[in-house]
Structure formats: C-alpha cells, structure tokens
C-alpha cells in the first residue's frame, strides 16, 4: 500500500540532514509560512521545509519531484500576490541562507540565495553601493530575478544588469552555476531567462554574485528626501511642476520618484499631499543645481546628505505596519509620459478615494499612486538582451490599496481596478506591467510582464523544469 503524502512527510522530517522540516499545526509551521501582504496568510501548504545548506535544498527539490508534489521558494516573503507559499505543496523556506560577502577588491558581493537586502547593506563599506531596493525586508535573490528597479539604476542600470553569476539548484536536485560567460548556449538562455523572468520558476537560487560600485560622492553619502506640494493649495504649482519634470532631461544622478499620498492631519481631516522623493547620487550642492527648476515651485524641502542604510532604516521606520492587506497594480510608463492629462486621471483617482471613506486613520486604510523613476542606464539594452522587455521605460508605476479591516476588501479591489482601467492605457504597449509587482488579477500577465519574450521563456522552462516542479498561479509554462 502506497504511504500517503503525509506520512512520506513525517519521513522525510526524520531525514532531512541539516534543515528542518515543519508540519501543519506547528508554531514553527505558522511562523513560516507569514507573508508581506496578509490577504495571503490564510495558505496551508503541506509542509514547509527551512534549509540551512544547499544539500538541504537538493534533497527537498527531490523529494518534491519524486512526489509529484509542487513547490515553491520563498526569501523575504514579501511576493506580492503571496505566490511563495503554495497552498497545496511546499514552501522551500531559504531564510536562514543569508550570508553575504562583500569583496572590494574585485568589485563585487557574493549574496546566498536568502539573504535580504538588510542584510547586504549593514555590511556593506561607506561609498560602496549595491544596485538594490528601498526596503530591506525584501529578498536578493527574488527582487534581482524580476529585474530590480532601483533608485542607482538610472547610472547602474537594474539589479539583472548587474549579476554576474547564478548558483541554482535545478527541478532534477542538480547544482549548475551559470554566468555571462556561459559557454553552452543552454547555460546561455539559462542565464539570460535569470534576468527578468521572475523568481521561482527555473529553480532554486543558492548564490548571486552582483557587481559593486564606487558612489559619485567622495564622502561616501547620497541625497535623500521629500520635496512635498499640499493639494489643492499648490495643485497649479504642483501641475507646473510636473510639467517642467516631464519635459525636461535629468541627470542621471537624479532619481525622482512621485506620490500621491494622503497624510492625517491634527482636525482628523486626510490631507493630500504630491511628492517627488530625491534620491541623488552625488553632493548637495550638485543636487539642488541641478534640481532648481522643481524648487522654483515653492516644495517643502526635506533633504539630507546620508549613508544609503541609514536612508533604508528611515524609509522603514515610516512605513506601514505589513500586517496590512495590499492590492495593487503596476504600469511601466516611457519618458515623457507624466502629461497633464496623466496628472489629472491620478489627481481624480485619489479625490475619489477620498469620496469614497477608503481613506481611514483607524482601522487604517489607505491608496497611493507612486511611480519607480529609472531610464538612464536602463534604456541600453534592448527589449531581448534579458528576459525584462521594457526597456524604453522611465516610469515603474504602481496604484495601491492598503487596509487593516477585512470588510474593506471589495471597495479596496475595486479602486485599484478603476486605476488600472484609468492608468494602464498610458503604459508602454498599453499593458506593460512589472513582475515584482505581481498582479494576480491580471489575465494577459504573460505579455504584460515579459511581452515578447514570452515564448523564450517557455523554452528554457522546457528545458530545465519540463514537468513544472516549481509552479504557481502565474508561473511560466513550459511549452
């Protein structure tokens, strides 16, 4: 008689050789599988399995195939749509793999594949920098494999365009290690598919190597703050602005965010506030020269000359608490595309969060419209050179929905569903979307966040996963 799934478990849990193997009803179970956006929480995979080396890895990525059972890996925890924690199979849990070496020398950092950016920033030499993301609770390994949008990536270009290496354990319980210099054209589309095609679908990523840079600042600091308008006061400031923004070329050096935010004021009134955050890789003083034409516009100015951790640690210590629901879309817009008529639909999307009571102090709920600025170094590959196709944006935009109260999950949805249907028609292609902004709503996902590299990507799942061993709701499908 075949032994059931579960007390295949229960043997492998005695078998694992360094790791731990976690049950459903455990309090290790519920600990592991916690995610970024608790709209997600409520999964019940089989079993999780916590790795502590590769060989642990190996022997989970074998007893899933030979199980017919799927799997999937989660870092940060922090996939948007809770896609790292499968209902019904594994979670392959790398967070105790998070060493991080830092090599000046030869210019670069070697990152294991559950490591945060926390992690790689508090090591991390004063004038060095890494191409990685804002807040340091997220995964490596998962933010590089969807390409990485970074406030560096204007002169660095984006995280995938700085890897240099991938250590990965393959749907057979194979190590293979594949770089730019690949040899086989095989380990080629590997690499090339391990730029931008998202995480968890070739494999599971043990090791990263990522290239290093010198900042522009001798002093080893970077600008970072607010420039803020209070709407409707400065609305016709705030709209020249953004004018000016549009129509004008930045130096690369310069990464302007926007934001459309709400902020509670002392009457318990919800204040509307338009934001350009600064993040400016060079001295303050070439910073305000070369932001002059926005400050002619009468901003509050918050900015400071920092260490970029100390700017994550702020960034964090300002943010939301993640025990929140989230819901989100996203939009990769081209230069020149912030227009008066852009303006407007997003001015009119927040009045009408407002209008509707979905912007609340307690319980907490709130909408936001920001946009990711990059271009620059980005836009100098082409839309095949890595499996990231958009690279004629300047803009990763994204309309979010955050609420504590259960209730307010269907007018929440229904908001960002009206900014979708708003914003999108301004994206590139009129669906360009971006995958570490995984949208589970999405119907035409493999053409918004990898338009025509697609079919490509198909191929190389054919190749290295054929069965679909690593598999979620909008994974890539081999052919």
Same mark, same amino acid.
């Given at each position: 008689?075949?032994?059931?799934?579960?007390?295949?478990?229960?043997?492998?849990?005695?078998?694992?050789?360094?790791?731990?193997?976690?049950?459903?009803?455990?309090?290790?179970?519920?600990?592991?599988?916690?995610?970024?956006?608790?709209?997600?929480?409520?999964?019940?995979?089989?079993?999780?399995?916590?790795?502590?080396?590769?060989?642990?890895?190996?022997?989970?990525?074998?007893?899933?195939?030979?199980?017919?059972?799927?799997?999937?890996?989660?870092?940060?925890?922090?996939?948007?749509?809770?896609?790292?924690?499968?209902? /019904?199979?594994?979670?392959?849990?790398? #967070?105790?793999?998070?060493?991080?070496?830092?090599? +000046?020398? !030869?210019?670069?950092?070697?990152?294991?594949?559950?490591?945060?950016?926390?992690?790689?920033?508090?090591?991390?030499?004063?004038?060095?920098?890494?191409?990685?993301?804002?807040?340091? #609770?997220?995964?490596?390994?998962?933010?590089?494999?969807?390409?990485?949008?970074?406030?560096?990536?204007?002169?660095?270009?984006?995280?995938? &365009?700085?890897?240099?290496?991938?250590?990965?354990?393959?749907?057979?319980?194979?190590?293979?290690?594949?770089?730019?210099?690949? %040899?086989?054209?095989?380990?080629?589309?590997?690499?090339?598919? =391990?730029?931008?095609?998202?995480?968890?679908? $070739?494999?599971?990523?043990?090791?990263?190597?990522?290239?290093?840079?010198?900042?522009?600042?001798?002093?080893?600091?970077?600008?970072?703050?607010? =420039? +803020?308008?209070?709407?409707?006061?400065?609305?016709?400031?705030?709209?020249?602005?953004?004018?000016?923004? /549009?129509?004008?070329?930045?130096? /690369?050096?310069?990464?302007?965010?926007?934001?459309?935010?709400?902020?509670?004021?002392? #009457?318990? *009134?919800?204040?509307?506030?338009?934001?350009?955050?600064?993040?400016? /890789?060079?001295?303050?003083?070439?910073?305000?020269? &070369?932001?002059?034409?926005? =400050?002619?516009?009468?901003?509050?100015? &918050?900015?400071?000359?920092?260490?970029?951790?100390?700017?994550?640690?702020?960034?964090?210590?300002?943010?939301?608490? #993640?025990?929140?629901? *989230?819901?989100?879309?996203?939009?990769?817009?081209?230069?020149g595309a912030i227009t008066p008529d852009l303006v407007d639909s997003i001015s009119s999307l927040m009045q009408d969060a407002r209008d509707r009571g979905l912007i609340r102090a307690s319980p907490m709920s709130e909408c936001v419209i920001i946009w990711d600025h990059i271009?620059?170094?980005? +836009?100098?590959?082409?839309?095949?050179?890595?499996? $990231? @196709?958009? *690279?004629?944006?300047?803009?990763?935009? %994204?309309?979010?929905?955050?609420?504590? &109260?259960?209730?307010?999950?269907? @007018?929440?949805?229904?908001?960002? !569903?009206?900014?979708?249907?708003?914003?999108?028609?301004?994206?590139?292609?009129?669906?360009?979307?971006?995958? !570490?902004?995984?949208?589970?709503?999405?119907?035409?996902?493999?053409?918004?966040?990898?338009?025509? !590299?697609?079919?490509?990507?198909?191929?190389?799942?054919?190749?290295?996963?054929?069965?679909?061993?690593? *598999?979620?709701?909008?994974?890539?499908?081999?052919?």
């Amino acid at each position: 008689m075949k032994a059931t799934l579960h007390q295949q478990l229960s043997i492998f849990q005695k078998t694992m050789p360094y790791g731990s193997v976690f049950l459903p009803g455990s309090e290790a179970y519920h600990t592991a599988i916690a995610v970024d956006n608790i709209r997600y929480c409520r999964a019940s995979p089989a079993a999780v399995v916590k790795a502590l080396t590769e060989q642990d890895v190996i022997e989970t990525v074998l007893f899933a195939r030979l199980s017919g059972i799927g799997l999937t890996v989660k870092s940060g925890g922090h996939s948007a749509a809770g896609y790292c924690v499968d209902t /019904n199979g594994i979670v392959l849990d790398l #967070s105790s793999m998070c060493g991080v070496c830092i090599d +000046t020398e !030869n210019m670069q950092a070697t990152i294991q594949g559950g490591s945060r950016w926390d992690h790689a920033y508090g090591l991390m030499e004063a004038g060095y920098m890494l191409v990685g993301g804002q807040c340091g #609770s997220v995964g490596v390994s998962g933010y590089i494999l969807g390409g990485g949008v970074s406030a560096f990536s204007r002169c660095y270009g984006m995280a995938i &365009d700085n890897l240099l290496e991938v250590t990965m354990i393959t749907a057979k319980g194979e190590k293979v290690t594949v770089g730019s210099g690949a %040899a086989d054209p095989v380990s080629r589309d590997l690499f090339w598919a =391990l730029r931008g095609g998202g995480g968890g679908n $070739f494999g599971v990523v043990t090791e990263t190597k990522v290239g290093l840079h010198r900042l522009r600042n001798a002093d080893g600091v970077v600008v970072c703050g607010e =420039l +803020t308008w209070n709407l409707p006061e400065q609305a016709d400031a705030f709209n020249a602005m953004m004018q000016v923004w /549009n129509s004008n070329t930045w130096p /690369n050096e310069l990464c302007g965010n926007g934001a459309w935010q709400y902020e509670s004021c002392s #009457s318990g *009134r919800h204040h509307l506030l338009g934001q350009m955050q600064i993040i400016y /890789n060079g001295t303050m003083g070439q910073c305000c020269k &070369d932001i002059a034409p926005l =400050l002619a516009f009468n901003p509050k100015v &918050d900015l400071k000359s920092m260490h970029w951790s100390e700017w994550v640690y702020r960034i964090a210590s300002s943010k939301v608490s #993640s025990r929140v629901n *989230r819901h989100h879309a996203s939009f990769i817009l081209k230069q020149g595309a912030i227009t008066p008529d852009l303006v407007d639909s997003i001015s009119s999307l927040m009045q009408d969060a407002r209008d509707r009571g979905l912007i609340r102090a307690s319980p907490m709920s709130e909408c936001v419209i920001i946009w990711d600025h990059i271009g620059g170094a980005t +836009t100098e590959y082409s839309a095949c050179d890595t499996a $990231f @196709p958009w *690279r004629q944006g300047v803009y990763v935009a %994204a309309a979010t929905a955050l609420w504590a &109260d259960p209730s307010m999950e269907a @007018p929440m949805v229904e908001w960002v !569903n009206d900014a979708k249907a708003k914003l999108r028609t301004h994206a590139l292609d009129g669906l360009a979307a971006y995958v !570490n902004y995984i949208d589970p709503t999405l119907t035409d996902w493999e053409e918004a966040y990898y338009g025509g !590299n697609y079919a490509r990507l198909q191929k190389v799942k054919s190749q290295w996963d054929p069965t679909g061993v690593f *598999r979620f709701k909008q994974g890539i499908q081999p052919v």
